[in-house]
């Protein structure tokens, strides 16, 4: 096994429990080590942005922008799904006796960053591979200095749907499953060579936050399967042969069938007492947008 050291990079301290969840899975299905933490140190508030740079962030939201800051709302008064509550990344015991650097990346531009070199090399010489689940999108160095690469997952399969707000599309367009990819990063928003790719089914009454909740609970068996992958003498990762188009915001339209059926969805499943299925956790979330 020579895909065995891996570096998590992530961006605070406490995360969300469903990244916690998959990586506890891989240290649990195989038999890598964890001997460094990458950990996001920038301070990076909205408030403290320019006004132009906050013009250009709100328009890039379009349509969503109410929707998303009406569910923030909500979770600030009623709290995350289970899926998204953070814990401190020591309650994974492969993670308690990893070397944990703090990093303040380089931002190349309003979107992109980069890791400093000699961080860079310290990740090359002391581990494999990367597991993104911090940062935003990464470019420079990194993405080919580690033998492996770095891995991210993307809410969807890339060769049929690209962009930021994960199973939307699929949702709104009634497609009968949503994908996930665990891909080998390269310079391409949600272009990279693919690893791993599974996904999940979305049923008639389903909510939006139901298809978040079924995607987010395979990641640790794709992570499992995409280092099985790696380890793979004959494995190459794949380069799509097709991507699909980057979507970012719906139009008005678009939004209001997608509030329609998602409404419409939840308000069905808390008249029948909120029933999950196999693959779901019960949440008080039905219909949870971020």
């Known amino acids: 096994m020579d895909c065995e050291r891996v570096c998590v990079l992530l961006d605070d301290e406490c995360c969300p429990a469903y990244q916690l969840s998959a990586i506890r899975e891989l240290a649990e299905q195989t038999s890598v080590e964890f001997p460094l933490i990458v950990i996001n140190d920038d301070e990076f ?31 600030a008064i009623r709290g995350p799904p289970a899926y998204d509550e953070r814990h401190h990344y020591s309650t994974v015991d492969a993670l308690t006796e990893s070397t944990v650097v703090r990093c303040s990346p380089l931002w190349e531009d309003d979107r992109w960053r980069s890791l400093p070199d000699p961080l860079v090399d310290r990740i090359a010489t002391e581990t494999d591979v990367a597991i993104r689940f911090g940062f935003g999108l990464l470019t420079g160095r990194i993405l080919a200095a580690l033998e492996y690469g770095v891995l991210s997952f993307h809410l969807g399969d890339i060769r049929e749907y690209r962009g930021r707000i994960g ?96 409404g419409t969805n939840a308000v069905r499943r808390v008249v029948t007492g909120n029933r999950v299925t196999e693959n779901e956790t019960p949440s008080h979330h039905v219909d949870d947008f971020s």
């Open 45 to 75: 508030r909205l408030r403290d942005q320019s006004p132009s740079y906050l013009a250009r962030r709100f328009r890039s939201w379009g349509s969503l922008l109410p929707v998303c800051a009406a569910t923030e709302l909500s979770r």
């Open 167 to 262: 199973a939307f599309w699929e949702y709104l367009e009634d497609e009968p499953a949503a994908g996930v990819t665990l891909q080998q990063l390269t310079q391409r928003v949600d272009g990279g060579r693919i690893v791993a790719v599974d996904d999940v089914p979305i049923e008639p009454r389903d909510t939006y936050g139901a298809v978040k909740r079924r995607q987010r609970s395979i990641l640790g068996e794709l992570l499992v399967e995409g280092v099985q992958n790696l380890n793979d003498p004959d494995f190459e990762p794949r380069v799509p042969e097709t991507l699909g188009p980057y979507r970012s915001s719906p139009t008005v339209p678009e939004l209001g069938r997608f509030l329609r059926k998602n």
